[in-house]
Structures are given as C-alpha cells and as structure tokens.
C-alpha cells in the first residue's frame, strides 16, 4: 500500500540573489518590516540582517553579498515562504505567523458550526491551513496541514447586549495584521467601558467595541450554554462528530492536495520573480516498516501484546500481592453534586455495563474486593470549603485507626483559573498528601458524558487509581542483562500567576523505572530552577542509584 507524507519537495532554482547585510538588532529588524515589507524581505541570520529586494534597489547600503540557493537551503525556505505569505496577502486572505504560514477558511461552507448553530452565531469552527518548510531526507520540503480553529467575529459589546457574563474572562484587541493579542481578563463592567487587569497587575479601560473575547474552549462552551442551556451537551457533542469527521484522512488528504494543486499551478514568485515549484509527495512505502508489538507481563506470567486483552485474561501483575484489597475510599465533593457524583463512583467501582472495556469496573479488573466508600461533602466551591472537608475525612480515618487507601476530589474546570492559592485542587492534592493518601481528581463535567464516552474515561480513570495506590498493572517482557537498566523520567513545570505574566521553569526527577517498567523509587528531587538543575540532578542520582545498588545487589 503506497504511504504519502504532506511534504512536497521544492525545486532548489540553479539561481544566485543580491542581498544587503547588515549588523542585527531587534528593533533595526522591525522598523525595516514596518517600512519596507512590502518591496523587501528580511531574514535574521546569526547576528546580521539579510535584505533582498524586488526592484534592485536596497532602503540602507549595508555589506553586498551574493547568495547562491542552491547551497544556502535555510534562506530559500524562508523565501519561499515570503513570496507565499505575499501571494496570499495580495489575494486579501490575511495569512497568519511565518512558522508556520496559517491560513482561515473563510468560506461559509468551511465553519463546520453552521449546520449545527446557524450562519450568525459569533463562534465559528472554520478550515485552517498552516504551511511551513521542512528537511525530508536532507532535502527542502513544504509541509501542508488541515485542521479546524475556534474564530470570533463579534466583539465584545455584542456579547455584552447579550447578556453573556464577561467577568474574570480574557479579552484581546485585533493587530493591523489580523494578529490578536491578549489585554488581560475583565475585573469590572460599567456600561459599554471594561475595567482589565494586564497580566503584570496594571489595570487598563477599554471600550467592549475595541476589544474581542478570546476565543478559547471555555468562552465556546460557556457561550453554547448560555445561549442553548440544557441542549449545550448535546450540540458539543455534535460540534465534536463534526471536527472528527473534518480531521478524517481522506478529507484532510483531499484539502491538502487541493492547497498542493493551487500553489503548483500559480505561477508564485520569490522576492527576486523566481517562481515557486514543488513536487508530487514521493511514495516512500519502502522506506516504512512495522515495529514489533512490546509484550506485556501480568499476573502468573501471562503475556499478551495489547494492554486490555492482558488485563482481561490474566489480571494485572500484583494481583496476588497486592495490599490495600477492599479498599477505603473517600470521596470529597459537592453537597449539590452529591447524588451525581455517587452515581459516578458506583460507575467507576462496578463498571458501565454497556461498555466495552470497562464492565467490571475498577474492582473487578483489579480484583480489589469490594470497596468500603464515604462521602464528604462542601458546602461551597471555595479553598475553605474544602479544607474542611478534606480535615473532616482525615481525622474519621485517624479516629479509626487507620488511613484512606485512596481520595477520589470532585472539582471543576473553572478551577483552572484560580490561583493556586484559591485552587481547591491543589489543596486536595497537598493536603492529601501530606497524610500519605494517593488522590484522583476529576471534574463534574465529566459526569456528563454518555456511557459511552464515560466508558474510556473511566478506563483511564481506574488505571491511575490502581497504580496511585501502588498497584503494578503489567510489565514490559525484556530480555534478562547482566547490568541493570534504568529509565529515569525528568519533567518541568512554568508557574506564573497570570497567563502573559513573568514565569518561572522549574525542574525535577519525577519517576524512576527499572528496564523492564517496574516502578522502583518513589523519592524525587527538589524542583528547582534550570541553573540549580545540575546540582539536584547528581545529587538525586546518587542517592537513588546508591538505594537500588542495595535493593538489587
């Protein structure tokens, strides 16, 4: 069977440009795009500036060099994405970013939401393009892709007149490029005027006419119910069906090769007049090649090459040593909520009957035994709120002499904007914690998918759960060595305050495995920031690697 990459090689034209060089400094580079994009294209290169011109003619003398494309690949991809970047400009598309080129739809047969919403609703779900150039076996490719973005056309006094709720939601104002760059988030509304708190705390007015609400999943989703109320589930899972079918092989296939047509048959010039061509994709069926499917250990050493499959015959690897059978769970969550969230721990503890994979639920495909649940309920959605029901479920389990064996924590999505101060899933998690009580989060949202959906989400669900609470689902089949191989996992975080803020990287070992997937320590190192990142690094090592010296002889 042929495979096709959507990479189209070019053709490197046998042609040498003039160019001007000059020293680079960033604001040299944007006064001569602000000045002379139209007639000229600036490249950065190293600490110079390079300039072609279409006419000859050059706006600063700087340093003449001659630049042959056919040895200089980087400076002919990045022509060739100007001479396309102006090609559509000039066709009044409002082409987005350099890197890559992205291109909106804005044919009415190409907002998928139309059928579903109607022609005038504000959002949209339109086709998107994004061209960029790439190295395919050490030869310049354009790289072509299709895809769906999330546009909003209406600015901000519409949703206003609306009645729509703009508080604590971001807002962003329209560049002369068609770029829209974020303000910051509405902290007040009087009349048509915007109070907006910028990211570094300064607060800015702005009339809801010059400003767009971001156009983001939560602004959609809130939007859809606050227009469509109890309907809203079902009509985002139509918009979903629609994207799914959109995003499919053989539409993507057919919208990037009608893109590949369009660009060979234009006559698409480099800044010089050098046009643009590019190529068939290339079969490259030959070059492909199947890997073989890992092989999966569980319990009494069965094997399988498929995680379920495992699972299903045999029952994960710790079945008969596991420790925390008839497990103590505690569930914290909303008074409100209470009766929909037991309903959907039942559904994770005994399984959703119709589903395919997850019938058993999480006692029966880990042989848990039954579990002994309590409920603790909020009665807000604030940090205290929780707190104290979070303490209530800790000191019954102390009372009793013993310790939650896991936490399943109710939140909500809203909770992502919080900081992590007023964020209740933080305080669940350090909470919990703290008293050596493994925790699961997940959001009421959730619970309104269809058995269906919640089927695979719960799937995932009590996987997490049963290695949180030190379970070991399978291992890796691998070949017995005389040394002994470790996988160590290393993450990173950026933690600010405010989206656009000042943030700071920090970094930390999070996981050590033996060769084989074993988990081995559960100890990791300090998250610090990237200078003091070598230090922490060694020195987790070297107590990690000293433990398991020990531990395996």
């Given at each position: 069977m042929p495979v096709f990459l959507s990479a189209f090689p070019l053709k490197i034209p046998d042609t040498e440009l003039e160019a001007r060089q000059v020293p680079?400094?960033?604001?040299?580079?944007?006064?001569?795009?602000?000045?002379?994009?139209?007639?000229?294209?600036?490249?950065?290169?190293?600490?110079?500036?390079?300039?072609?011109?279409?006419?000859?003619?050059?706006?600063?003398?700087?340093?003449?060099i001659t630049i042959p494309l056919n040895e200089n690949f980087g400076i002919f991809c990045s022509l060739v994405k100007d001479g396309l970047s102006r090609h559509l400009a000039g066709l009044g598309r409002n082409p987005l970013g350099f890197n890559p080129i992205e291109l909106i739809s804005t044919k009415p047969e190409d907002n998928l939401l139309a059928p579903i919403l109607g022609d005038a609703y504000p959002f949209k779900v339109c086709a998107k393009y994004s061209i960029n150039t790439r190295y395919v076996h050490d030869h310049p490719c354009l790289?072509?892709?299709?895809?769906?973005r999330r546009v909003l056309k209406e600015n901000g006094l519409f949703f206003l007149n609306?009645?729509?709720?703009?508080?604590?939601?971001?807002?962003?104002?329209?560049?002369?490029?068609?770029?829209?760059?974020?303000?910051?988030?509405?902290?007040?509304?009087?009349?048509?005027?915007?109070?907006?708190?910028?990211p570094d705390g300064q607060v800015v007015q702005a009339d809801a006419k010059d400003v767009y609400l971001e156009a983001s999943r939560t602004n959609f989703d809130d939007y859809i119910l606050h227009t469509h109320g109890a309907q809203k589930d079902a009509i985002v899972e139509r918009i979903r069906q629609s994207v799914s079918i959109f995003n499919g092989g053989e539409n993507k296939k057919a919208r990037i090769d009608a893109l590949k047509n369009y660009i060979q048959t234009?006559?698409?010039?480099?800044?010089?007049?050098?046009?643009?061509?590019?190529e068939d994709a290339p079969d490259i069926q030959k070059d492909c090649g199947q890997m073989q499917k890992p092989v999966f250990v569980f319990n009494d050493n069965g094997e399988a090459d498929w995680a379920e499959k495992g699972l299903t015959q045999s029952g994960p690897y710790t079945k008969?040593?596991?420790?925390r059978n008839d497990p103590s769970i505690c569930v914290i969550c909303a008074q409100h909520d209470k009766g929909r969230v037991e309903q959907f721990v039942r559904k994770l503890l005994k399984g959703v009957s119709s589903s395919k994979y997850f019938s058993n639920g999480l006692e029966g495909k880990f042989a848990l035994g039954t579990s002994r649940v309590e409920v603790f309920t909020t009665a807000t959605d604030s940090v205290e709120a929780y707190k104290n029901a979070i303490e209530a479920a800790i000191r019954k389990k102390a009372d009793d002499g013993g310790r939650w064996d896991l936490a399943l924590v109710q939140v909500r999505q809203s909770f992502k904007k919080l900081k992590v101060t007023e964020n209740p899933y933080y305080l669940g998690k350090s909470l919990f914690f703290l008293h050596q009580v493994p925790v699961q989060d997940?959001?009421?949202?959730?619970?309104?998918?269809?058995?269906?959906?919640?089927?695979?989400?719960?799937?995932?669900?009590?996987?997490a759960c049963y290695a949180k609470m030190g379970g070991v689902p399978w291992l890796l089949k691998s070949s017995p060595t005389l040394s002994h191989e470790l996988v160590i996992g290393i993450g990173s975080a950026n933690i600010g305050q405010e989206r656009g803020a000042d943030i700071q990287r920090i970094m930390g070992i999070t996981t050590v495995f033996s060769g084989d997937g074993s988990y081995i320590v559960s100890n990791t190192s300090k998250a610090v920031v990237p200078e003091a990142y070598c230090e922490a690094l060694t020195s987790v090592l070297a107590e990690t690697i000293e433990k398991i010296q020990k531990r395996m002889n």
């Open positions: 680079y400094d960033k604001e040299t580079l944007d006064g001569f795009r602000v000045k002379h994009g139209s007639t000229h294209s600036f490249r950065r290169q190293g600490d110079n500036i390079l300039i072609f011109s279409s006419d000859g003619t050059f706006p600063v003398s700087g340093t003449p790289v072509i892709d299709c895809t769906t609306s009645g729509f709720d703009l508080m604590g939601r971001y807002v962003v104002t329209e560049q002369e490029d068609g770029y829209r760059k974020l303000v910051g988030s509405v902290s007040a509304i009087k009349g048509e005027k915007l109070q907006v708190t910028q234009k006559a698409i010039p480099l800044i010089d007049g050098t046009r643009i061509e590019i008969r040593t596991f420790d997940f959001t009421i949202e959730l619970l309104a998918q269809s058995d269906y959906s919640l089927g695979y989400s719960l799937n995932n669900m009590a996987l």
